[in-house]
């Protein structure tokens, strides 16, 4: 490769780090031009406080605000009011007839205790949402006060994880068929990479916040009735499209990293050309934003010493 044209190709990584192709040109272009779209991004935002609270733990402080708690907590109160006018106005009743001529009185039908629930489950949520809503402000207080606070924007972890992973494993096991498959359509050199079938998903977190969760609710449609019900559809779609939008920005976090180190990589590869006798401006940026995405994760540090090991010589060798 000619010298010219790697500060090209040097510009053009930096040029499109953090951007993805999109042919649609993302939620963006489509919230400017349809402004009742982000008004729904936004209302659905608030169904997903309530499952986030009542179903993570080890929140952030900045996470769980004080605003995302009341946002939450009116979007039960509201509910809550529609399942009590739904209770009062839509009575069960049956008529009776007595006496002589047959008088004929409408009774209303004596509830079952599980019927007594379900006409007040939102308030039993609404209650069970402030109990544990107080429990985390108070955790991340005593965090505060003895220096063992959560990372400030922690969006919690799930309670279902320990139960996901086996659904998790489940599923991979279910996928092994299809991978074979896809295995026997790659070059022969691409097979050789490995001898086991890697697994389909291992992100437990990113499983159980995308798919888990949101399956329990929808489990939890069929089992309510009436206002509730309906609180738990909306949420199960809200916290579906929450959830993956997290994910899909953390997933750009590590593949920003991954470009790093293929750039990294390139320019070992470049090094060794005998043409090459100097190093850009915009290569150093690149390798040194390498060194300091390594030096603040050991993990990251240590696998990619095992796979990268000239990376790391070259890291070494601008550190010192």
């Known amino acids: 490769m000619a010298k010219s044209e790697q500060p090209m190709q040097a510009?053009?990584?930096?040029?499109?780090?953090?951007?993805?192709?999109?042919?649609?040109?993302?939620?963006?272009?489509?919230?400017?031009a349809l402004p009742f779209i982000n008004f729904i991004m936004f209302l659905l935002g608030?169904?997903?406080?309530?499952?986030?609270?009542?179903?993570?733990?080890?929140?952030?402080?900045?996470?769980?605000?004080?605003?995302?708690?009341?946002a939450g907590l009116l979007v039960l109160v509201i509910f809550n009011v529609l399942q009590t006018l739904s209770s009062v106005f839509g009575s069960n009743t049956r008529t009776y007839s007595y006496g002589r001529y047959g008088q004929q009185q409408q009774v209303p039908d004596e509830p079952s205790l599980w019927d007594s629930f379900m006409?007040?489950?939102?308030?039993?949520?609404?209650?069970?949402?402030?109990?544990?809503?107080?429990?985390?402000?108070?955790?991340?207080?005593?965090?505060?006060?003895?220096?063992?606070?959560?990372?400030?924007?922690?969006?919690?972890t799930s309670r279902f994880e320990p139960i996901a992973?086996?659904?998790?494993?489940?599923?991979?096991?279910i996928a092994v068929p299809v991978i074979r498959i896809y295995i026997l359509l790659l070059p022969k050199e691409?097979?050789?990479r490995t001898n086991e079938i890697p697994p389909l998903t291992n992100e437990v977190t990113a499983f159980t916040n995308t798919i888990f969760e949101p399956l329990v609710l929808v489990i939890l449609f069929f089992i309510f009735k009436g206002t509730t019900s309906t609180w738990l559809l909306i949420s199960a779609a809200a916290l579906t499209v929450y959830a993956n939008w997290k994910e899909a920005?953390?997933?750009?976090?590590?593949?920003?990293?991954?470009?790093?180190?293929?750039?990294?990589?390139?320019?070992?590869?470049?090094?060794?050309?005998?043409?090459?006798?100097?190093?850009?401006t915009l290569e150093n940026l690149i390798m040194q934003q390498a060194a300091n995405a390594i030096e603040t994760k050991p993990e990251v540090a240590a696998q990619v010493k095992q796979q990268y090991p000239d990376l790391m010589s070259i890291i070494d060798e601008m550190n010192s």
């Open 165 to 173: 992973v086996y659904l998790m494993r489940l599923v991979n096991i």
């Open 249 to 280: 920005a953390k997933l750009d976090r590590a593949l920003d990293f991954r470009d790093i180190v293929i750039e990294a990589e390139d320019k070992i590869a470049d090094r060794a050309a005998p043409q090459e006798t100097s190093t850009s």
């Open 190 to 192: 691409e097979q050789k």
């Open 46 to 70: 608030w169904f997903t406080v309530p499952v986030e609270v009542l179903f993570r733990k080890n929140f952030g402080q900045r996470w769980l605000t004080g605003i995302n708690f009341y």
């Open 119 to 156: 006409n007040h489950s939102m308030f039993f949520i609404l209650l069970a949402y402030i109990l544990v809503g107080s429990y985390h402000f108070f955790k991340m207080w005593w965090g505060n006060r003895t220096n063992s606070a959560q990372h400030s924007f922690a969006d919690g």
């Open 11 to 32: 510009v053009q990584a930096v040029g499109y780090q953090g951007k993805s192709r999109n042919v649609l040109a993302g939620f963006n272009f489509f919230g400017q």
